[in-house]
């Protein structure tokens, strides 16, 4: 198959993955003609927000409607096998189904569901916080016994390596927000906690509209506190950055209702993920300054 990739979406591969990423790349026409024998596609179309994988919308015929499965290939590494673990194991209660997988070629397929409205749409910010704690609800599991899942700390161990690079110090990243941010990642896993596997990236973007319900997408599948769940939603979208404050801590009191988490304990998660994210974006040569914007702003609310 010819495929006619993005600029941008073929910068973000190299940048991320590096020598596999433009192994990956060169091989991706390919991987798609496999894909499409293997499980039956017609009329693939990739999507028009291509960020780390490949995604597409295909058709088997042997199903009904048109457009009515998704591929997606990416380069084989621990989150892409994870993320099929996980939908592997929620087995579309609360996420979408998977149809087929194979991890070692870096693809699989999944339904397409519909309408399959983002939660992004919705202009009721409020509506949509319910909605997303509805969900994390939905998804929420005890950790499997057995399980290619990712380890919350090792995501964590991110802040060692930030460290690293920057001879102790942090870098272009704010000192305070760092060490704010090391310190209740600390307190948070030296609790007793019951491990539980969650999605590991629940934002808006991630969660769509099918029919009378709403199922995540892109799971990462991680173990750790659930508490950790809201970090990707409380920086998630803000549109031109006004009153974020303000939505953030209405954000925190219905989450802190409906999850029955302490307002206190979302707070720092959602600092602590906000200076997480803006580590990786640094680390991966991308804009790091939003997410680091967002701790700024969250470290001044009081819950």
């Known amino acids: 198959m010819r495929l006619d990739l993005p600029s941008d979406f073929v910068q973000t591969i190299r940048n991320t993955f590096a020598e596999d990423g433009y192994g990956f790349l060169n091989d991706l026409p390919a991987l798609v003609d496999e894909a499409a024998r293997r499980w039956n596609l017609k009329d693939i179309q990739p999507v028009s927000n291509l960020s780390y994988n490949f995604v597409a919308f295909a058709t088997r015929p042997e199903q009904r409607s048109k457009g009515n499965v998704v591929l997606k290939i990416g380069v084989p590494n621990r989150e892409l096998t994870s993320e099929m673990a996980a939908l592997r194991f929620f087995d579309g209660k609360g996420a979408v189904r998977l149809l087929g997988a194979d991890e070692a070629r870096g693809m699989f397929l999944m339904e397409r569901v519909q309408p399959g409205e983002m939660l992004a749409s919705l202009d009721d910010d409020e509506a949509a916080t319910y909605i997303a704690a509805e969900v994390m609800l ?132 959602g600092l602590a993920h906000a200076v997480l994210s803006a580590w990786w974006s640094l680390d991966d040569n991308m804009d790091w300054t939003f997410a680091m914007a967002c701790a700024g702003i969250f470290s001044e609310i009081r819950p």
């Open 138 to 269: 939905n998804l929420r599991r005890p950790a499997p016994m057995e399980g290619a899942f990712i380890n919350l700390s090792d995501w964590f161990k991110g802040f060692e390596k930030l460290r690293a690079r920057f001879e102790g110090g942090t870098g272009p990243l704010e000192k305070s927000l760092v060490e704010r941010a090391e310190r209740a990642v600390r307190e948070f896993f030296s609790e007793e906690y019951a491990p539980m596997l969650i999605h590991g990236d629940l934002h808006h973007f991630n969660i769509l509209s099918s029919k009378d319900r709403w199922l995540a997408i892109d799971p990462k599948g991680v173990i750790g506190p659930a508490a950790y769940e809201v970090g990707p939603l409380l920086i998630n979208p803000w549109g031109n950055g006004t009153k974020i404050s303000q939505h953030t801590e209405r954000r925190i009191a219905i989450l802190s209702e409906r999850l029955g988490f302490e307002r206190e304990r979302i707070l720092e998660w």
